[in-house]
């Protein structure tokens, strides 16, 4: 059975074309200017009927980027929650960029504030487009930082971003390194079972 879809409806004055903004769950709400009649905006939204089911049905493997993001609107509120109506404008090709810059404005900002909290010495960050891993650290002190952790929940990107910072104590996966992370994060095995599921749905997103 398909789902139900609850839609509000805005007149707004700002407002210079129809827009459907997902606001979780099944709910959606449209805004519209003031010289658009409902009904024209009725009939926007009956077009776009498919893409808005496809957006309220669960995550499966073969999801869109695009859909992720409107399925879990807050998991990155300070950019996506202002940027979203933004994203859902911009082209696939283009919504990858959007991302990748977002990650580059966040990522070294955060774990640099981390590693002034935890009074571990960082030189260099790197935000790069990583299949198969969230992080590294070479030897000679870069870290590394997978765009896509922007797509997890705060507490998850968190880890990742203490897990790397460990590495800068311990260089390997001993016992000691990771009592410094049980440590640094009570969370820590919780969160590392989430990290591996979550990290199934975002390697296998799909651009469109
Ligand atoms: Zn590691």
């Given at each position: 059975?398909?789902?139900?879809?609850?839609?509000?409806?805005?007149?707004?004055?700002?407002?210079?074309?129809?827009?459907?903004?997902?606001?979780?769950?099944?709910?959606?709400?449209?805004?519209?200017?003031?010289?658009?009649?409902?009904?024209?905006?009725?009939?926007?939204?009956?077009?776009?009927?498919?893409?808005?089911?496809?957006?309220?049905?669960?995550?499966?493997?073969?999801?869109?980027?695009?859909?992720?993001?409107?399925?879990?609107?807050?998991?990155?509120?300070?950019?996506?929650?202002?940027?979203?109506?933004?994203?859902?404008?911009?082209?696939?090709?283009?919504?990858?960029?959007?991302?990748?810059?977002?990650?580059?404005?966040?990522?070294?900002?955060?774990?640099?504030?981390?590693?002034?909290?935890?009074?571990?010495?960082?030189?260099?960050?790197?935000?790069?487009?990583?299949?198969?891993?969230?992080?590294?650290?070479?030897?000679?002190?870069?870290?590394?930082?997978?765009?896509?952790?922007?797509?997890?929940?705060?507490?998850?990107?968190?880890?990742i971003l203490l897990h790397e910072l460990a590495h800068k104590v311990e260089l390997n996966h001993s016992d000691a390194f990771w009592?410094?992370?049980?440590?640094?994060?009570?969370?820590?095995?919780?969160?590392?079972?989430?990290?591996?599921?979550?990290?199934?749905?975002?390697?296998?997103?799909?651009?469109?």
């Open positions: 059975m398909k789902p139900a879809l609850n839609i509000e409806y805005k007149r707004n004055r700002q407002s210079r074309s129809i827009r459907i903004s997902h606001r979780g769950q099944s709910n959606f709400l449209v805004t519209y200017p003031y010289y658009v009649s409902r009904k024209k905006a009725e009939a926007f939204v009956n077009q776009k009927w498919p893409w808005m089911e496809r957006i309220v049905d669960t995550i499966e493997p073969g999801l869109t980027l695009r859909s992720y993001l409107h399925q879990n609107p807050n998991i990155y509120p300070w950019h996506v929650g202002q940027k979203s109506l933004d994203l859902f404008e911009i082209e696939a090709p283009g919504l990858i960029d959007e991302l990748k810059g977002l990650a580059r404005e966040s990522l070294p900002f955060r774990i640099k504030a981390l590693s002034k909290e935890k009074e571990i010495e960082i030189t260099q960050v790197q935000i790069r487009d990583q299949r198969t891993r969230w992080g590294s650290c070479s030897s000679s002190g870069t870290l590394s930082l997978n765009w896509r952790l922007i797509l997890m929940p705060f507490a998850l990107q968190n880890h009592g410094l992370l049980s440590n640094w994060d009570p969370d820590c095995q919780e969160n590392r079972k989430a990290i591996r599921t979550i990290g199934k749905t975002l390697i296998h997103l799909t651009l469109e």
